[in-house]
């Protein structure tokens, strides 16, 4: 039962061009969202939340919407760098709950210089 | 800038041996959570840890396991009798309650290998 999905297991994109990593999710009660990098050997390090009260959320090259009707979301990293090159894993999770995440199964960014 | 630390980084050990895990959480932090990734495979909720008692477990999280938090700053992770099918990253994590919604800090991970 995936309640959070990514369906792009990887993402190739140029330096200094957009990358748009985008997430699904079938829960309604869902009503935080979370971003979080991940490299090889490391856990997971948060990048940027969007509450369901927004549509759009940014911080500095990264950007989160939201579309709750469509019950979508995107990450837009503009513009890519190298060091971007990482697992980016979807997550939310329900205010009535204990904050417990449920995640998608990531997509694996690559920034080519 | 404060940081959950795991160790052991890697255990090794054989399938019915009991395994402990440790973590220490930001010290500040109220919420206390284990998550596990088995490899090729998401990120997985295990349990989480409010006021000295579990607040939430998933199915995973049967008798197998348990959670303690022994001192102020310490908390483990135990699989009693391990399976094969416990291989897998075991991860950390800690949140402030400052507010409904803020975000969870993890730990660098303790890879599990059950032979």
């Known amino acids: 039962d995936q309640q959070v999905k990514q369906n792009s297991p990887s993402l190739s994109v140029q330096e200094g061009r957009i990358s748009i990593l985008n997430c699904d999710y079938t829960?309604?009660?869902?009503?935080?969202f979370l971003w979080y990098k991940k490299y090889p050997a490391e856990g997971p390090t948060f990048l940027i939340s969007?509450?369901?009260?927004?549509d759009k959320n940014e911080d500095g090259r990264f950007t989160v919407f939201l579309n709750k009707s469509a019950k979508h979301l995107s990450l837009h990293i503009v513009p890519s760098q190298p060091g971007d090159s990482a697992v980016y894993f979807c997550?939310?999770?329900?205010?009535?709950?204990?904050?417990?995440?449920?995640f998608g199964k990531g997509t694996k960014l690559s920034v080519k210089p | 800038e404060p940081e959950v630390t795991q160790t052991p980084s890697h255990q090794v050990t054989q399938m019915g041996q009991e395994v402990i895990l440790r973590c220490v959480p930001i010290?500040?932090?109220?919420?206390f959570y284990w998550y596990r990734q088995i490899l090729g495979q998401k990120v997985e909720f295990l349990v989480s840890?409010?006021?000295?008692?579990?607040?939430?477990k998933s199915e995973i999280f049967d008798d197998q396991f348990s959670v303690e938090r022994p001192d102020g700053s310490n908390f483990t992770l135990k699989i009693r009798s391990t399976k094969l099918e416990d291989s897998a990253m075991y991860f950390c994590?800690?949140?402030?309650?400052?507010?409904?919604?803020?975000?969870?800090?993890f730990g660098p991970g303790t890879r599990l290998t059950v032979l």
């Open positions: 994590a800690s949140r402030l309650i400052a507010g409904l919604y803020n975000e969870q800090f």
């Open positions: 829960n309604s009660m869902f009503d935080y």
């Open positions: 969007i509450s369901s009260i927004k």
């Open positions: 997550a939310a999770y329900y205010g009535g709950s204990q904050g417990n995440l449920i």
């Open positions: 010290s500040n932090h109220l919420y």
């Open positions: 840890f409010y006021n000295n008692e579990i607040s939430e």
